[in-house]
């Protein structure tokens, strides 16, 4: 009898040592965990859950069929109750974070959109929201070192911010945030390697966007939007309802707890799922700002790498990113690789000098010390 691949707690990556004393080949089991930020690792239960989904016959269900609104109803209740996001904020489901983009856009067509732009992600958003519509998109770039500029913003302008910008590791704090006069704007959020893993102040922002591929540790295709009651309101006044996805068509359907189209219901039925196991984001905040704070430690006293951010007051606590020579890079991900620890590659223009390491919660700590182990032999 052997053991079956079901019987797994883990994905097992294996490795063979030769002891030169003894002359053994000796088998090396181990769990395999990726660092990767986005797709990432995810919670080991996943895998339960989704036998779970199969058994329960939600997976044959017409999402406007009794259970099929139940699920949304009690998956949006469990996302307000361990985010903490207000009784009087609308959630709603899309496929993706860049969907939300452009639902944004396209549900808004407002005469001025200002994107602040210092990474990848947020220039990819502004290159969306130029091709949508929009008459006046304008940008602001700002350095990965720099704090979010205050600049004096055009009444009724929309404001996009990427919160957590995955491409460097940087994120604008919520006291940041909060300094920000932004009153008479629209503001959009893109919390994509955040949500699920930091505590947002929703008051200080109207849209906030995610997708659950980063840290709510779930396999991706399914997206989050969580809207203050303004935007509600200005959707109306726009009344821009000629596409599928409009923010009006989700909203109606979403008083029902149905979806426009079809949904994901695998991926609402494993957030649901994971969301029950979890803490309330207060805890999970806690942890992971520790967790952060031991790699920003490490990586100062690191002499082959160094961080790529190195303004304390806007380092991420989701993305670590750290820079390195293209070669040290290369073979410390081979390296890390043979042990079952797969570094996130850089992105972008960084793609070479750099390596990032998700910071989310579906990390087993045990596996950060590992990486750290590794990390600090080579
Ligand atoms: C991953 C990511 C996205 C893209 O999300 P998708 O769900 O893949 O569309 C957008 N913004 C940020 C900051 C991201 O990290």
Known sequence: ?????TTWLFKPCYNYFFNASTGVYHLVIFKMTTFYPGPSQIYPEVADYMQDAYNSGILLQNHRSDQGMALLKETVTLLREKLNIPANFDIYFTTSGTECWEIISQSIPAENYLHFINGGFGQKWFEYSKKLAVKNCESI??????ALPNVKIKADS???LTQNETS?????TMPQL????????????????SMGGIELDWTLADIWLTSVQKCFGLPAGLGIMVCSPKVKHVAKQFNSDNHYNSLLNIDK????????NTP???????????????PNIKI???????????WYDFFENNNKFELFCQNKAVQSNTVIVVKGEKDNIEKLKQKTEKEGLILGNGYGIWKDNTFRIANFPAIDPNEIERLMHCISTF
């Open 158 to 160: 929309i404001v996009c």
């Open 253 to 260: 359907n979403m008083a029902l707890f149905q979806t426009v």
């Open 178 to 193: 909060a300094q920000f006069d932004l009153e008479n704007c629209l503001v959009a959020v893109d919390t994509v390697s």
């Open 168 to 172: 460097n590791g940087t994120q604008i």
């Open 141 to 146: 770039s700002y350095g990965i070192n720099e």
């Open 284 to 294: 999970t905040d806690e942890r992971l700002k520790l967790q952060a704070k031991k």
């Open 264 to 278: 994901n219901i695998l991926g609402i039925f494993l957030l649901n799922r994971v969301l029950k196991q979890s």
């Open 1 to 5: 009898m052997g053991f079956e691949a």
